[in-house]
């Protein structure tokens, strides 16, 4: 989805990667499109990455009705990969390659922005009722933002039960299991929903930067109980983690290894440098062209980026 801040915030987001920790991430309430509620976790002024993961929307949870449902209009990324993870509800991606899949429960969107893509998310036609879920970014090692732009859709992911928690593997690797979705630098996206209570350890790479995501119920960890629609930061350093999670609670646990290089977000682009983002700026004040091309399907206006006054600099 797009990032809707009206100011185009543009943000460096050094890594602060250190000892184990607990704390929660400062984040904000916002709308999207038409009336879409969310919680912005990331970026945050406290903390702007979590290993290589530098966006996380908190979609709902809401209802919404036939007749006002989702309506993100074609929008552009660069230097990132989009990951879609519904807990209910139904969104519809359309893009710039060719791709319509529409997405429910269980299923994973993964796009690959690379140097260019655009899409638009849409309920499906006729959707109506509850909506919830999360949306990432994930930023790109400064050696693949060029990569060619990609879709692909799994509906076939690894899953089991520990102690009494259903694990699904998202994105990445966790306790000797891989996604089949592919990434560019270590990292995890695990989903862990717990129907009864129960505590479990999972072995996690004491390299991973970690953070935890608190979409339902009652989760303790070190001792703390977290607060559902809170995403916490853990720090890095860890070889285990365990939760001890309340019946019907749902966590989604999410790292990876630092990049080890400057990450800097403007609206929906995300590059190593600034002269990157103010590229792509330019090229899509010129959309449609071969950078981004069109999403055709897609019937409405393309989002207009906000203007970039070319005298900031990050610092």
Sequence with gaps: MSNTNASGEMVECPNLAGKPTLKAVASRKSILGNGLPIIRHLPSRDQRLIG????????????LAADNGVDVGTHPHIGLQTVTWLFEGALLHKDSLG?????????????????GICHSEESPDGFSGPMHG???????????????PAFSHHTDLPQWNQDGADITLVVGELDGRRSPAQVFSPLVGADIVAKEACTLTLPVPA?????LCINEGRTDVDGETLQVGELYYLGCGRDSLTL???????????????????VLLWWNFVGRDQERLEDAMADWEQFPNKRFGDVEAYQGKPLKAPSLDPSVRLK
């Design 244 to 262: 001890t999670l309340d019946a019907n609670s749902r966590v989604m646990l999410l790292g990876g290894e630092p990049l080890g290089q400057p």
């Design 99 to 115: 791709y319509k899949q529409e997405i429910r429960p269980g299923q994973l969107n993964l796009m690959t922005a690379g140097h």
């Design 207 to 211: 390299g991973f930067e970690l953070g």
């Design 52 to 63: 290589p993961w530098c966006f996380l929307d908190h979609i709902g949870p809401t209802s």
């Design 134 to 148: 999360l949306q990432f970014w994930i930023a790109l090692p400064a050696e693949h933002e060029d990569t060619a």
